[in-house]
């Protein structure tokens, strides 16, 4: 059996930066109560072992508006720019662990909409890092995934308009996208702020995706990387497998046939957990 790990699997900058941000405030902050806006990453592994040494996550605004004191900790995803304000007002200490990648979308959309431009955002409009990065767009904000969303756009011919993408978007969809859009009468700007890290891991999963008997893609089911790695890895090898720890992965599923395994993570799939698949695909075949 010879198993192929991908290089780029496992946690990407922001993400190890986001948790390390986390663990880093409770030793700082001691007996003060720590909270994270959201899941400060989409793995529950994480948040369960955060929620173990005092972390609460907060996962509504509702929640939010109940605190008077302590650490608000801002995931990595990002949020609206009224959290921001309502945090200040409230006089609570905030944290920022936005990625960078993703507060630089932020800066983008806020300068581009307050040049009078229309901003339309290629994500998933349910995925926080989209419904953070419109809370920063103003008014005049589009969120599409699809040629149909495209097509149901109600913007004037010559209409100055900026284009963005979540920084997870998978970057062939962003491409085929953005080619629609520009058919339209539009003065248009696009600006590509998909992540190199999240174009790298794409890339690289197909290759060994093309190349293997059977796939496993590791990551949390809430995931939004990680289901664009499965649907592309999936497309490339019949037998790809989602798990999120070796507790999912049914090892009579790969069948004796298979010679070679291919494994690949999502940016927010700790190493340990990657390992630990890893280690027994090996010993088991």
């Given at each position: 059996?010879?198993?192929?790990?991908?290089?780029?699997?496992?946690?990407?900058?922001?993400?190890?930066?986001?948790?390390?941000?986390?663990?880093?405030?409770?030793?700082?902050?001691?007996?003060?109560?720590?909270?994270?806006?959201?899941?400060?990453?989409?793995?529950?592994?994480?948040?369960?072992?955060?929620?173990?040494?005092?972390?609460?996550?907060?996962?509504?605004?509702?929640?939010?508006?109940?605190?008077?004191?302590?650490?608000?900790?801002?995931?990595?995803?990002?949020?609206?720019?009224?959290?921001?304000?309502?945090?200040?007002?409230?006089?609570?200490?905030?944290?920022?662990?936005?990625?960078?990648?993703?507060?630089?979308?932020?800066?983008?959309?806020?300068?581009?909409?307050?040049?009078?431009?229309?901003?339309?955002?290629?994500?998933?409009?349910n995925h926080p890092e989209v419904e953070g990065i419109?809370?920063?767009?103003?008014?005049?904000?589009?969120?599409?995934?699809?040629?149909?969303?495209?097509?149901?756009?109600?913007?004037?011919?010559?209409?100055?308009?900026?284009?963005?993408?979540?920084?997870?978007?998978?970057?062939?969809?962003?491409?085929?996208?953005?080619?629609?859009?520009?058919?339209?009468?539009?003065?248009?700007?696009?600006?590509?702020?998909?992540?190199?890290?999240?174009?790298?891991?794409?890339?690289?999963?197909?290759?060994?995706?093309?190349?293997?008997?059977?796939?496993?893609?590791?990551?949390?089911?809430?995931?939004?990387?990680?289901?664009?790695?499965?649907?592309?890895?999936?497309?490339?090898?019949?037998?790809?497998?989602?798990?999120?720890?070796?507790?999912?992965?049914?090892?009579?599923?790969?069948?004796?046939?298979?010679?070679?395994?291919?494994?690949?993570?999502?940016?927010?799939?700790?190493?340990?957990?990657?390992?630990?698949?890893?280690?027994?695909?090996?010993?088991?075949?």
């Amino acid at each position: 059996m010879k198993v192929i790990k991908a290089k780029t699997a496992g946690f990407c900058f922001g993400v190890e930066r986001a948790v390390n941000t986390v663990y880093e405030q409770i030793d700082a902050h001691g007996e003060e109560p720590i909270y994270t806006y959201g899941p400060i990453i989409h793995n529950e592994e994480v948040i369960k072992d955060l929620e173990k040494k005092g972390v609460t996550v907060l996962r509504s605004e509702e929640e939010l508006d109940l605190l008077e004191c302590g650490v608000v900790i801002i995931r990595s995803h990002g949020v609206e720019k009224r959290i921001y304000d309502k945090l200040r007002e409230k006089g609570i200490t905030i944290i920022d662990a936005t990625c960078p990648f993703v507060k630089k979308i932020h800066n983008i959309v806020q300068k581009e909409s307050e040049l009078g431009k229309c901003i339309i955002i290629i994500g998933n409009p349910n995925h926080p890092e989209v419904e953070g990065i419109r809370g920063w767009a103003g008014d005049r904000v589009f969120v599409i995934q699809n040629a149909e969303d495209i097509r149901h756009l109600s913007l004037k011919e010559g209409e100055k308009v900026c284009v963005v993408s979540q920084t997870t978007f998978n970057y062939n969809k962003f491409q085929d996208l953005v080619e629609i859009i520009s058919e339209k009468s539009y003065d248009i700007h696009v600006l590509n702020t998909i992540c190199n890290a999240t174009k790298e891991r794409q890339t690289e999963a197909k290759s060994i995706a093309e190349e293997v008997d059977a796939m496993i893609v590791i990551g949390d089911k809430h995931s939004s990387n990680t289901q664009k790695l499965f649907e592309i890895c999936a497309s490339a090898c019949n037998d790809t497998y989602y798990i999120q720890t070796l507790d999912d992965l049914d090892m009579n599923q790969l069948g004796s046939v298979v010679k070679t395994v291919g494994i690949t993570a999502g940016a927010s799939t700790p190493n340990n957990i990657i390992e630990e698949v890893q280690n027994n695909v090996r010993i088991i075949f």
